[in-house]
């Protein structure tokens, strides 16, 4: 019994390395919440709050997009399409960037849907640069709210701060899909790639619509086959444990800027 509670206590740190920036998160949402219950009129607080999430929710929207964009001009790619619906100003902002293309029968708010990254590496730089607003200032809004009392404050703070949790099966995923394709064909030497003609694919911001595709058209991803189904499985899996992985990961580091930012406000 000795020896394993050892291996136990080192599986509960494994596993808490794994998802402590989940944990995190839902401790400071949590903290938020309280703050708003010992609120002397919290009607009002809960009114500023949602008020805040919209607002912010919809000015983030095409900055989003946008970041992507940044991202991808930045690592020498070049952008020709960017899907957003109407109500999130691509009209006007069409105007200003003709690759933004306005619609009103996107099942998404906002898309990158043409672009050239030039390699993994600029395709991650590019999936990943609206998350920068979640490192700084994101997290830290959220977590000074709470002790500012400014419910306004944390509604611009969760949008900013957990939009790696809302982008799980959406960015984060293709993240995790873009390493996981790139690993497991270097490990089987190019054959994963022969062997599927739509492996690369199997890189998708949406995971839904990534399996609705393979039903759709199996033997564009050659199937029916165990081998092949076997290496979509593992493929999609560790992309998605990827996803979770790296946004909770996201969210630690934003956090450790962020309390570090408010030990020196405290000691000033």
Avoid at 17 to 34: K, L, P
Avoid at 173 to 180: A, K, R
Avoid at 189 to 200: K, M, T, V, Y
Avoid at 232 to 259: E, P
Wanted: charged share 15%; hydrophobic share 50%; aromatic share 14%.
């Amino acid at each position: 019994m000795d020896n394993f509670s050892p291996k136990l206590s080192n599986i509960n740190k494994t596993f808490l390395f794994f998802i402590q920036g989940w944990i995190d998160a839902f401790r400071d949402i949590t903290s938020v919440m309280e703050r708003f219950q010992t609120e002397s009129r919290p009607f009002i607080s809960l009114g500023l709050l949602l008020l805040s999430i919209l607002t912010t929710w919809f000015v983030y929207v095409p900055v989003h997009e946008l970041l992507h964009v940044a991202g991808c001009i930045f690592c020498g790619g070049e952008v020709s399409e960017v899907i957003l619906d109407r109500k999130y100003g691509a009209t006007f902002l069409n105007k200003i960037f003709p690759f933004i293309i306005p619609s009103n029968t996107s099942a998404y708010a906002g898309r990158l849907s043409g672009f050239d990254p030039g390699s993994d590496i600029g395709y991650l730089i590019t999936v990943f640069t609206p998350y920068i607003l979640t490192i700084f200032p994101g997290v830290f809004l959220l977590l000074i709210s709470s002790r500012i009392k400014k419910m306004w404050v944390a509604g611009i703070g969760m949008i900013l701060g957990l939009s790696p949790f809302m982008s799980l099966t959406g960015d984060y995923f293709e993240i995790g899909t873009i390493l996981s394709t790139r690993i497991w064909n270097i490990i089987f030497l190019g054959f994963p790639a022969n062997s599927i003609d739509h492996f690369w694919s199997l890189r998708s911001d949406d995971i839904f619509l990534l399996i609705s595709e393979i039903i759709a058209s199996p033997n564009l991803y050659g199937l029916p086959g165990i081998r092949n189904l076997l290496q979509i499985i593992v493929v999609i899996s560790f992309g998605l444990f990827l996803a979770i992985l790296l946004s909770g990961w996201t969210y630690k580091i934003g956090r450790f800027i962020a309390l570090k930012i408010l030990q020196i406000i405290e000691k000033t």
